[in-house]
């Protein structure tokens, strides 16, 4: 027989039980900490690093597409600006060499074979006009392979004069006109600043003899450094050679003749 006693403390043991498994089972609620000046700066910190960080991954890939994603559009308006080009010398040829030509009009084709790179010439350099292709300053009466200076601008991104400084003295450039191939050597490389429009002069090294020069000049002028324009790099070549078109392409563009089909 169990007393009462033993009832009674063998009860309060099974309650001190109970209780103890309902105490285990219950977490315990941790204080709530209180919001500091400290954690609002740090959220605006990190809100506004999170912008900018999205902004300048914005800013980067637009400026990828500027650098090389212009390239495939220059490629597309020079092959159209080619297929153009003999019509182009025909009209030339039937309206005579007085006629004023048409500022964007396609007027002569450049190689540059230390760059393995080739372009059409149009005529002015507007902004409109050099988007995507050289263009010859028209400030000046100067054909390709005339006396006085063919000078050509164009922008400093791949595809066109991206890596004009890698020219040195002694490079060759070719100038193609309806009849001829006209090579040219360099002999000079200066960056200038952007107002110094004498380097496109008829003979920018010997001002007497700009209303009637004595040698036949090519000029190329971009942007310096890349990337920017608070200068401008030159580049001068003198003609050494003219080859006639029934001879074949000079030697030193075989290898860049275009294609059987017309392409490049």
Known sequence: M????????????????????????????????????????????????????????????????????????????????????????????????????????????????????DWVVVNGTEPDDILYSPGRYTWHESGAGELGNYAVAAHRTPGLFWDLDLLDDGSIMVLEDGENFYTYE???????LPQDSWVVDPDPFDEASDEDPERALLTLTTCAPKLNNTHRLIVWAELTETTPKEEGMPSSIAHMAPDEDGGE
């Open 186 to 192: 360099v002999f000079q490389e200066e960056t200038v």
């Open 2 to 117: 169990v007393s009462t006693t033993e009832r009674k403390s063998s009860d309060e043991d099974s309650g001190n039980s109970a209780n103890g498994r309902r105490n285990r089972g219950r977490r315990r609620r941790s204080p709530r900490r209180r919001t500091t000046p400290g954690d609002i700066v740090r959220g605006i910190v990190r809100f506004f690093g999170e912008i900018l960080l999205t902004a300048g991954l914005l800013m980067l890939f637009y400026a990828a597409y500027e650098v090389y994603g212009s390239q495939l559009e220059t490629d597309r308006e020079q092959q159209d600006l080619v297929d153009g080009l003999e019509e182009t010398w025909n009209t030339v040829d039937e309206t005579g060499p007085d006629s004023e030509p048409l500022p964007g009009s396609a007027d002569s084709r450049l190689y540059v074979p230390d760059l393995d790179l």
